[in-house]
């Protein structure tokens, strides 16, 4: 079975800039969620995806937006890019039926924004 | 409101020794779980274990095994005979539960070193 996949793995934007990042999760799995990763700040939860609607979402700003389609595949889009937005973006795929399922994270993608 | 903490931000260990990763997490829900991952330096999340608050069982999944003590909130993982791709980054995490969907609270992490 293919595992999470995340694309691009590697994006490089300047500040004001918008970025589109996609995440596709593991066959059957209906949940997707996204995190960021930063050195100062850990892993922090930005939102969660289940059968095309947001269930839960983190403490961002408006900024920060997801959607996900009907065949699961999710996108997250960053607007106005500052320079603190620089991380690793990481996607997470479950069956999504209970709080406790199992995620499974995709390779990320690394945005630096100058 | 949900806690982890991992209070070893670096270990060590000899190659085939054993190796407790502390983690001890806050959560006023009396039904849970606790996830334990592994993040090399390429950057994927790697999903290595699972414990149920109402697990009978310390959770084993290969060399990896929670030593789950509930009335301690504490949920260590060993890894028994450690090998040199070991070295990475483990993560504690607590799901949030409920209808809070997706949502992981991740500790601090511990950076594991496995010297030859």
């Known amino acids: 079975k293919a595992g999470v996949t995340q694309t691009p793995r590697y994006l490089i934007k300047t500040r004001g800039q918008q970025v589109t990042l996609s995440c596709s999760p593991i066959s059957g799995h209906r949940s997707v969620s996204w995190y960021q990763q930063t050195p100062g700040q850990g892993l922090q939860f930005l939102f969660e995806?289940?059968?095309?609607?947001?269930?839960n979402k983190g403490n961002f700003p408006g900024r920060f937006s997801g959607r996900q389609f009907s065949n699961s595949r999710s996108e997250m889009n960053v607007s106005t890019l500052e320079l603190g937005d620089s991380a690793l973006y990481l996607c997470?795929?479950?069956?999504?039926?209970?709080?406790?399922?199992?995620?499974?994270f995709g390779p990320g993608t690394r945005l630096t924004v100058l | 409101a949900q806690k982890i903490t991992q209070t070893q931000p670096g270990m060590f260990v000899q190659e085939k020794e054993a190796v407790t990763l502390d983690c001890t997490y806050d959560t006023s829900d009396q039904s849970y779980g606790l996830f334990w991952y592994k993040q090399p330096s390429s950057g994927e999340m790697i999903f290595l274990i699972y414990q149920g608050s109402y697990d009978e069982q310390n959770a084993t999944e290969g060399r990896y095994s929670l030593n789950f003590q509930k009335a301690r909130k504490s949920a260590n993982l060993v890894i028994s005979a450690s090998q040199l791709g070991d070295s990475a980054m483990y993560f504690c995490?607590?799901?949030?539960?409920?209808?809070?969907?997706?949502?992981?609270?991740f500790g601090q992490g511990t950076i594991l070193t496995v010297h030859p």
């Open positions: 997470a795929s479950s069956r999504g039926r209970s709080s406790y399922n199992e995620q499974f």
């Open positions: 995490a607590l799901p949030a539960g409920g209808t809070s969907y997706g949502k992981l609270t």
């Open positions: 995806y289940f059968s095309e609607t947001q269930r």
